[in-house]
């Protein structure tokens, strides 16, 4: 009998249209493998409603209905991403622990017109604040490879869940590296979209300039099959840009003949780990044997970018987290006092020390006397570095970077260190704050965990970054 919890996700959707196997019996094994997860993957599993979703697309493929393509296909989705019914949204905060959303995020409605069956609520860190999923109020995500390491963050629960077989698919965000680095540190595919590729509406917000929803999957073609899904334009997102959306599985095909990748100088220091830069270059070497061309480039304002992010997300994170104040919704502290009381231990109570960390720093920079000094500079920074990747582009076709400057490291050993956290993000931030799509591939493994090699492209050039990492996935695993 065929491991279903093996098949990829398009090797699911081909069965279940064929009638080979049920949507139930899918949604039935995968329900099973959330129940026995010991990784602390899921908040909350949508058992009774997953499987009556199940049913209904099995009666209406045994009618003769037309359905999509992906119709019976489970996921599980990032608990930022707000959905009705009996689903909690928490953020993985105290603060929404018993949220429950009116309304559908942008990306769940497509998700329902697809067919697509939501199993749970993965795991995070708190309102996306982190890059170990470690600042979670639920707990901290387990490494696939190895229990005692992180998952990355702060879409670690969706990304152990995918590595770990217990979903085929998941939905993460990305602000400033949190769906690439998680994917590499678990050795999945984990896309960034473009800015504005993908609608926000129903995305509770960190960083609004910063923050993209995008795909976790085990390999790059079913991570392109959800871009599929997610991807186009939201008249609710002010932000959603009006721009076609391609055949993103069309694109995979075709050989990588006459590609010029570049290699910036920036992305590959001295200080790199020697091992970690060793698999990323013999990623290269692949590449090369296929057909590429590498170009040695500069991205030269890329050693500000994380004070630049720092200072833009934190300020973001300011205003964007004034409205869980304990009057409309979400936590409110029982202590007695007046109104600026209540707020203050509604608050204090709610958030967790890494949000009161960033608060409080977005608040400063955003403050009299100091916004001139700090964001508006650190907005002028980004557009620097945003004419940077302009300018590589009009001599290369991608651009290839490690993804992370090391393996997953142990639990606890960062949490104390928030620099050291933050410069996790090394390589990731500068394509969020440059708002340019990227992936990151599995390139190997250092003593036994996964690396990722990380390919970043033009505005919404989705299809050359996918084919690519198509072709790198191919020299990984054979």
Known sequence: MTDLRALSAIELADRLASREVSAKEVCETFLSALERDDHNCLIAV??????????????????????????????????????????????????????????????????????????????????????????SAFGPVRGPVDRERVAGGSS????????????????????????????????????????GRVSRYGLVAFGSSLDQIGPLARTVKDAALLLGVIAGHDRRDSTSAEVPVPDYLAALEGDLKGLKVGLPAEYFPAALE???????????????KLGAETVEIHLPHTEYAIAAYYIIATAEASANLARFDGVRYGHRSSRQGDLLEMYRTSRSEGFGPEVKRRIMLGTYVLSSGY??????????VRTLITRDFTE????????????????????????????????????????NLAGVPAISVPAGTVDGLPVGVQLI??????????????????????
Not at 405 to 431: E, N, R, W
Not at 461 to 474: Q, V, Y
């Open 371 to 380: 916004y001139d000094a700090y964001y508006l500079k650190a907005q002028k």
């Open 457 to 478: 492209g033009r505005h919404f050039d989705e299809p050359a970054i996918l084919k690519t990492a198509a072709r790198l996935e191919g020299g990984v695993n054979g």
């Open 274 to 288: 020697g091992p970690v830069r060793k698999v990323v270059e013999e990623r290269i070497e692949n590449l090369r």
């Open 156 to 195: 670690g629960g969706s990304a152990s869940a995918v590595a770990l077989k217990l979903t085929p698919l998941a939905l993460g965000s990305d602000t400033g590296g949190s769906i690439r680095q998680p994917a590499a540190f678990c050795g999945i595919a984990g896309l960034k979209p473009t800015y």
């Open 392 to 431: 590589a582009f009009k001599k290369v076709d991608v651009i290839l970077t490690p993804t992370t400057p090391t393996p997953a490291f142990k639990l606890g050993s960062l949490v104390d260190d928030p620099v050291s956290m933050y410069l996790q993000d090394i390589f990731t931030v500068t394509i």
């Open 46 to 135: 949508r058992k009774e409603e997953a499987l009556a979703e199940a049913a209904a697309v099995d009666r209406a493929r045994t009618s003769g209905e037309k359905l999509p393509r992906t119709a019976g296909l489970p996921l599980v989705i990032k608990d930022n991403m707000v959905m009705r019914g009996k689903l909690p949204t928490t953020c993985g905060s105290k603060i929404l622990a018993n949220f429950r959303s009116p309304y559908d995020a942008h990306v769940v409605e497509r998700l329902r017109q697809a067919g697509m069956i939501v199993l749970g609520k993965a795991n995070m860190d708190e309102f996306a604040m982190g890059s170990s999923s470690e600042n």
